[in-house]
């Protein structure tokens, strides 16, 4: 994918596979892109069908944030929907349609399991990731904002696993993400029951991180999201490293990457402009370096 141009929102486009098939209004891209001051924002742009992901659109956001990870101009990426929604999951109308029956479950193993990258490279990419949640998040819509480092709710809007409502198991991470996130036994609850929640029992849940009233969640993300801009991007990168190993590793093995980080952290430039500006009684002017 192009870099997107600074500025307004940009429609992101692709060379179709062989294999997706044409939708409707498909001159209108189903993803839009912005990059502003070291933020790149990504739309969930279907509002015709409350952002639902379909396979185009799980193709250009899988390639959106291949290329933001390894992009310097791009220091943290928020992921959002189209007003009204956040994401509905996947799109269930065309899962029911004959055309999507008629391609072999291998290919279509094949396919969901690339695009389910999007949750993995929003989870492991090293930059902070944001998900701005204006709408309801169901299904691989709420998998994707539990992929993201930190999550921001409008009051108005509601969250579900919806996968057992429909027949299904679930994809994008939602069974690796939820019971981190709420532990095991309530996951099962929310999985198997698909149970519906406002934004105050996600809050009390710890799925999302805030909540605000109408407008303001923009305001709020827009100030969160400019602090993480500005911020300490390679110290970031190590954060996100640290943590990721962490479930894994040993107190010793956690101690040793630990302090390997720190020390890669002491030789950035950030860290020595910080340390100057902590001396001089100023604030620190991060360069991401």
């Not at 998900?131 to 169901?138: E, T």
């Not at 996951?187 to 996600?202: M, V």
Request: charged residues 20%.
């Amino acid at each position: 994918m192009p870099r997107p141009p600074p500025g307004a929102l940009w429609q992101v486009t692709m060379t179709a596979p062989a294999e997706m098939p044409a939708a409707p209004g498909e001159g209108i891209s189903p993803l839009l892109a912005g990059l502003v001051d070291g933020t790149l924002t990504l739309v969930l742009n279907r509002p015709e069908a409350r952002n639902a992901l379909d396979a185009r659109m799980g193709e250009l956001l899988l390639e959106a944030l291949e290329a933001a990870q390894h992009d310097p101009a791009v220091r943290v990426v928020v992921l959002t929907g189209a007003p009204g929604a956040f994401c509905a999951g996947g799109d269930v109308k065309a899962m029911a349609n004959a055309a999507h029956e008629a391609v072999q479950p291998a290919q279509r193993n094949r396919a969901l399991r690339r695009r389910s990258e999007a949750a993995r490279l929003l989870h492991e990419m090293p930059k902070p990731t944001v998900a701005m949640i204006g709408g309801a998040a169901a299904g691989a819509g709420l998998a994707l904002a539990l992929a993201c480092d930190l999550r921001l709710m409008a009051r108005s809007a509601r969250l579900s696993t919806a996968f057992a409502r429909v027949g299904l198991s679930g994809d994008y991470g939602i069974t690796y993400f939820l019971p981190r996130i709420v532990g095991e036994a309530r996951a099962r609850e929310l999985l198997f029951l698909s149970t519906s929640l406002s934004a105050d029992e996600a809050l009390a849940a710890g799925l999302v991180h805030q909540v605000h009233d109408g407008d303001a969640l923009e305001a709020a993300s827009s100030r969160l999201i400019a602090q993480l801009a500005q911020g300490p991007t390679l110290a970031y990168a190590h954060i996100k490293r640290a943590l990721l190993a962490s479930g894994q590793a040993s107190l010793g093995s956690q101690l040793d990457l630990e302090t390997a980080l720190q020390v890669l952290s002491q030789s950035t430039l950030d860290h020595h402009e910080a340390a100057r500006a902590f001396v001089e009684k100023r604030p620190a002017r991060f360069l991401g370096a």
